[in-house]
């Protein structure tokens, strides 16, 4: 099993058990029918403070205290406490720990932690009090030339209560396989996370006969269980599911909206991604049921256009993912576009309908805004007009009477007022 096989077991956190892996597991209440979290934890309601200012929990008391929260493919976990120190690869477990009120639990994010640090700002600076603070958070990948490479002495080092990643992920990472995952499971805390549901993507065969495909609520429920904030989850939900109604009940027919293609630009080549796919990376398009421009070519990651292929397919409206406070200055690729002999003649381009669109591995808040953003730039008539997007600024503000969900009310709920 590699340089880390005769560590001490004793090196694994004890506040937190692993109690094996569960076969189809669901969500389980384990924790439903208590009225406080375990003692010495933060709890229901986020505040800062934590802690249930009592004495010491005996063996007897913390046994009884203890609860469960499962997912696939790690099945079910049982927690004596609610995580305080806590390992996330990816930005929807970073936003999903902001979101329950834990963002300070964070320890490290997968890649450069300003990057992605910076695309959460760019959505919470329009809730008053809720932020992510990165400041002394590990890069866990340090692999290059598009190799992904963790070590595991790295999470030795963080010594964390939870992995918020998936381990099928992990096991799939150069360097690593089951029995890597396993090791640090047992040594040092569980996993806990679900990733190939962002496009129903084919995990690890090791883990093909235990995996689940979830929908981004139904990460957040789980994930909300783990941390012992069901409520606040369903309060955040519930905004969410209000948006969507919102939506739904203003679409022009079916027949009148436009073709769509999502897709990153880089040195005269696009790379497509289809729209009209299961996953949670379509959380913020699939509400608005618009046909994909794609639909006729198979479309995988190894396939790309070039000017004249994109020409070819001619969408209505052009998505450039990862288009806020991330990598791409879309407005920039916008304008070399507009001067290119081909692709100048994009509909999307003569028609100023090429857009920042969002993240695809997005947490509940950014989806929020990002469904928000996809509604003005697809049916600005109905929905307000999008403002316009300057590269590396924050989500752009919009007119109180024109936004499609409550900032106060999100704020609200992430600081605890669920109620």
Same mark, same amino acid.
């Given at each position: 099993m590699g340089q880390d096989a005769d560590r001490p077991a004793g090196t694994r956190r004890d506040a937190i058990r692993y109690c094996g892996a569960v076969a189809g597991a669901g969500l389980l209440a384990?924790?439903?029918?208590?009225? *406080?979290?375990?003692?010495?934890?933060?709890?229901?309601? +986020? !505040?800062? #403070? +934590? +802690?249930? +200012?009592?004495?010491?929990? !005996? %063996?007897? %008391?913390?046994?009884? #205290?203890?609860?469960?929260?499962?997912?696939?493919?790690?099945g079910e976990v049982e927690f004596d406490a609610v995580p305080e120190d806590v390992m996330v690869y990816s930005l929807l477990y970073a936003d999903l720990a902001v979101a329950l009120g834990h963002g300070d639990a964070v320890n490290s994010l997968g890649f450069d932690a300003d990057a992605g640090?910076?695309?959460?700002?760019?959505y919470y600076a329009a809730l008053d009090g809720v932020s992510f603070d990165r400041e002394g958070l590990e890069q866990l990948n340090t692999g290059s030339g598009g190799g992904i490479s963790v070590d595991r002495e790295l999470l030795y080092e963080l010594?964390?209560?939870? @992995?918020? *990643?998936?381990?099928?992920?992990?096991?799939?990472? %150069?360097?690593?396989?089951?029995?890597?995952?396993v090791e640090v499971r047992d040594r040092i805390g569980p996993w806990f996370g679900n990733i190939y549901s962002r496009r129903h993507a084919e995990p690890p065969e090791a883990y093909r006969d235990r995996y689940e495909y979830y929908t981004l609520p139904e990460i957040g429920e789980r994930v909300a269980a783990a941390f012992w904030e069901e409520e606040r989850f369903a309060a955040l939900d519930a905004v969410r $599911? #209000?948006?969507?109604?919102?939506?739904?009940?203003?679409? &022009?027919?079916?027949? $009148?909206? &436009? /073709?769509? *293609?999502?897709?990153?630009?880089?040195?005269? /080549?696009?790379?497509?991604?289809? /729209?009209?796919?299961?996953?949670?990376?379509?959380? @913020?398009?699939?509400?608005?049921?618009? &046909?994909? *421009?794609?639909?006729?070519? %198979?479309? /995988?990651? $190894?396939?790309?256009?070039? @000017?004249?292929?994109?020409l070819e397919v001619d969408p209505d409206v052009i998505f450039h993912q990862y288009g806020i406070a991330s990598y791409y200055d879309v407005g920039a690729i916008r304008e070399e576009l507009t001067d290119h002999p081909v692709a100048g003649d994009l509909s999307a381009i003569a028609n100023d309908r090429f857009y920042p669109s969002g993240d695809p591995v997005q947490g509940p808040i950014m989806n929020l805004f990002q469904t928000e953003m996809t509604a003005k730039q697809l049916f600005p008539e109905r929905f307000g007009e999008w403002p316009g997007y300057e590269h590396g600024d924050a989500y752009p503000e919009i007119p109180a009477d024109e936004r499609l969900f409550d900032r106060d009310e999100v704020a609200s709920i992430v600081a605890g007022g669920t109620e």
């Open positions: 384990g924790c439903s029918g208590s009225e *406080a979290p375990p003692s010495g934890s933060e709890g229901g309601n +986020g !505040s800062a #403070d +934590g +802690g249930s +200012g009592g004495d010491e929990p !005996s %063996d007897e %008391d913390a046994a009884s #205290d203890s609860y469960t929260a499962a997912m696939a493919p790690v640090g910076n695309t959460l700002d760019a010594g964390s209560d939870l @992995h918020l *990643a998936d381990p099928a992920l992990f096991a799939s990472f %150069d360097g690593w396989d089951e029995d890597d995952v $599911e #209000d948006l969507i109604e919102t939506i739904r009940g203003d679409l &022009p027919p079916a027949e $009148e909206r &436009p /073709t769509v *293609a999502a897709l990153i630009y880089m040195d005269g /080549t696009y790379y497509p991604s289809r /729209t009209d796919e299961p996953g949670f990376a379509n959380a @913020h398009v699939r509400p608005f049921d618009v &046909p994909d *421009a794609f639909t006729g070519d %198979d479309v /995988t990651y $190894e396939m790309t256009y070039d @000017h004249e292929g994109l």
